[in-house]
């Protein structure tokens, strides 16, 4: 190798760029042109993807649209390093992360160009191969599987082969004859032209197949593969049969010199061994030039800290002092073990060696973070709990074995104590008045958990009432009772002001209550004393008839006197209808009697036997005032419990004040409709006016006690208010109003049976 070559020298520049927003296929256009089998692709001079052929392979292969941007399919995690790095530094990095290129960057992580295996195998020299080196030697680590497709097979079988097979060519054969290969740098061309799926491969392939023997030297193969500028080549037996493809980067694996040497240890140094274990590793290089690189992550590495940190100085992720003491201790001992150092955000124990190679460093980490986590997190609790323990309001006890072992500042204070030991090693009987303490602590220890109320007399003479929280605690193994004292005469002064309130608003409560059945029955009367005026009304109405026929029977007996006229048969006639007249007066009386007289028990009724009741004893009423009634009546008796004639009574006031409204808003075309039927369990009564409905201004206002809108007719705001109460209290249930079209719907909700 030349000496001290650096990428710089060899990076290639030109046309192995473009930006995010070029196209699939303009992109790989340039891949044709730069002969690279690669395309970086930028965001204004940064990296961001890395398009490949072996990319285009899968793209062919799925039939993907290349006229998309390519960001949509290369953006990957790249791995770059710097242009100042040297060629063996490159060719390690490669290896030991499975790549064939690497991006370029210079010191601000701008996009220099771009450095292949192939580019770096050209500036090794010949001493740098092993010795007499020939294929035999480099073939026995290689498959021997040789994958093939026949010669009248089409592109896109090509391309299924390779993509399937994760293979960078595809052989052709005739007769069973290698006739042709296609490799992803064909696929390249292939694509630029725009050929067809259906291409057959014999069209495209080259042929014939440049092959070499076991025999044949390594140096003189990688001249002949520099000068035709291929990567592969067919490899016979020593019979002449087709063995195996080799390849540039299987001839890499075998370079000799000081670098060889390196890449023989690394063998040994199994690194897939080391991607399957739980630690983070790191491969740091002794770079000559400047601080200790990373050249190789394990897997989990990698899921932690991303591509980006290879080829940057471990420095940026340690601190420098910390980086230097470790270093110190790995001079002076060859290795370190279980040191704690910070690698970024982590916290690992790591142990240090220096590898097979004196060109690096390993670094191998247990995670330690959530440890050292909860070692914070316990530091944390045990402040938290001294600043609880000794700054809390509350008094706070420690007791063992019946002995106070320690106490806060605000038990001191409550105890009325300067010093804690005035009061460590005393029983607490000793300062607080409990019956059965000793007792209770047992209960602590035995339970876990109990709290109790005790007293204690302060130097003035004032009790002290205190609640008690104990709480029992392990501590060493041993039981410890955390006892925590709180000072509640204040609340016990509360509480037994409270208690003398309570007395004294009981008797004002009774007192009110008092007034308040007062008040009720002084309503219930003046409700009786205007219902008594209406039932005067009502019986006025119903006599008006029969005492103006007795007067005509009066008269005409009279007359048949005075004339002569008058004689036996006339005399009973008179008497008959005079009776008749006076029965049904006589039944008017009993009938008003019976429908105002008090219940004392509830019993069970038939809802519509008080509707017709409360018809019967309005009957005149709306008969004098040209009301039509409208009972819709069915079969279904329902049934309800209560007080009948409460009831009636409580349907003849709702009834009243729909004739008022009648009379008050002078209609012309009075009805009011009756409606009774069941939702689930409940009986539904509705009463529906074309009275022209409640104003809204007093619609929540109707069934207050007092409220009435007949004042100036001696109205006593009482009928509609009682209607209420005996519906809510005697029978449970609700009556509302509301507007409805041309009038007001009173509603009223029983239980039903």
Known sequence: MKKKIFIKVIVKKNNIAVEKDFSISDAINQMYKNKEGTIVVLDKNEVVGILTEKDLVQLLNSKTNLDQDVINIAYKNIISINENRRLEYALNVLIDNHIRRLVIVDNDNRFVGLVTQEMIISNFETEYYRENLKVMQIVTSLTKNIITIDIGSVLEDAVETMFNNDIGSVLISQNSKIVGIVTERDLVYLATKKMGPSTPVKEIMHSPVISVG?????????????????????????????????????????????????METKLKYTKEALNNINEIIFELYKNPDSDLLIQWVNKNTLNRYGNNIIDKPISTLVKEEKLDLLLNELNKHSQVIDYNLDIGEYSYRVSINNSHSSDTILLVCKDITRIKELENEVKEQQIIFENIFEKSSDGILLIEDNKIIDCNESILKILEKSNKSEIVELNPSQLFFKDNLNELMSSILKDGYYTFECVRSKANGEELWLDVVGTKIVQNSKDIIHAVFRDISEKKRVEYELEELNKSLILRVEKEVNKN???????????????????????????????????????????????GKLNDE????????????????????????????????????????????????????????????????????????????????????????????????????????????????????????????????????????????????????????????????????????????????FKIELGGI
């Open 517 to 563: 059945r007062e008040k009720d029955k002084l309503m219930l009367q003046q409700n009786r004393l205007a219902q008594m005026g209406e039932i005067i009304s009502m019986i006025a109405h119903q006599w008006r008839q029969p005492l103006n026929n007795l007067s005509i029977l009066i008269q005409t007996i009279s007359i048949k006197y005075l004339t």
């Open 214 to 262: 076991l025999n044949d030297y390594i140096e003189e193969i990688i001249e002949m593969m520099r000068t035709k500028n291929i990567r592969r080549v067919l490899v016979k037996d020593l019979s002449g049969n087709d063995l195996c493809v080799m390849g540039t980067r299987d001839i890499v694996k075998n370079l000799k010199g000081t670098f060889g040497l390196f």
């Open 570 to 745: 006339l005399v009973e006639s008179f008497n008959v209808n005079s009776n008749k007249h006076i029965q049904n007066m006589s039944k008017t009386i009993d009938n008003f009697r019976d429908f105002f007289k008090p219940e004392k028990e509830k019993i069970e009724f038939c809802l519509k036997d008080s509707i017709r009741e409360a018809l019967g004893i309005g009957k005149s009423m709306f008969e004098n005032n040209e009301i039509k009634i409208v009972f819709n009546n069915n079969d279904e008796e329902f049934l309800t419990n209560g007080y009948p004639n409460e009831l009636s009574q409580s349907i003849l006031n709702i009834l009243n004040n729909a004739k008022d409204a009648f009379i008050d808003n002078d209609i012309d075309s009075r009805k009011i409709e009756i409606t009774i039927h069941r939702d689930n369990d409940t009986i539904v009564m509705l009463i529906i006016d074309n009275a022209g409905g409640i104003p809204s201004d007093i619609i929540d206002k109707i069934f207050d006690p007092y409220f009435s809108t007949k004042e100036e007719k001696n109205g006593t705001g009482l009928g509609l208010y009682m209607s209420k109460i005996i519906i809510q209290e005697h029978f449970a249930g609700k009556l509302s109003a509301s507007n409805e079209k041309d009038g007001a719907v």
